[in-house]
Nanobody, 124 residues
């Protein structure tokens, strides 16, 4: 069973950058499509970005296009989310999860194996 673990969150000033990592402790992440989601207090979980198992296809929410970049290194069993030009509205807990549908959409119900999340706070 896939077990995903996120890391890399923290406190950053507006305009700053962070790189989140999503890794799998059981060596199976490399064959799965992976999505990044976020959830701010009082808000629904929303999709941020998605990457295919090979890394050849990606998808982004409109709110992060041009600022965030998703990538993966299957030799390290890790999916990354590089976040640049961060804004206070990017503050949330960020999660990675496996896309069961393989369609690259951002419907949380089509994902499983959610990690525990990593907190990102963008504030001056």
């Amino acid at each position: 069973q896939l077990q995903l673990v996120e890391s890399g969150g923290g406190l950053v000033q507006p305009g700053g950058s962070l790189r989140l990592s999503c890794t799998d402790s059981r060596f199976t992440l490399t064959v799965y499509h992976i999505g990044w989601f976020r959830q701010a207090p009082g808000k629904e979980r929303e999709g941020v970005s998605w990457i295919s198992s090979t890394g050849q296809s990606t998808n982004y929410a409109d709110s992060v296009k041009g600022r965030f970049s998703i990538s993966r290194d299957n030799t390290k069993r890790t999916v990354y989310l590089q976040m640049n030009s961060l804004k206070p509205e990017d503050t949330a807990v960020y999660y990675c999860a496996r896309d069961r549908s393989g369609l690259g959409n951002f419907r949380p119900t089509t994902y499983d194996s959610w990690g525990q999340g990593t907190q990102v706070i963008v504030s001056s």
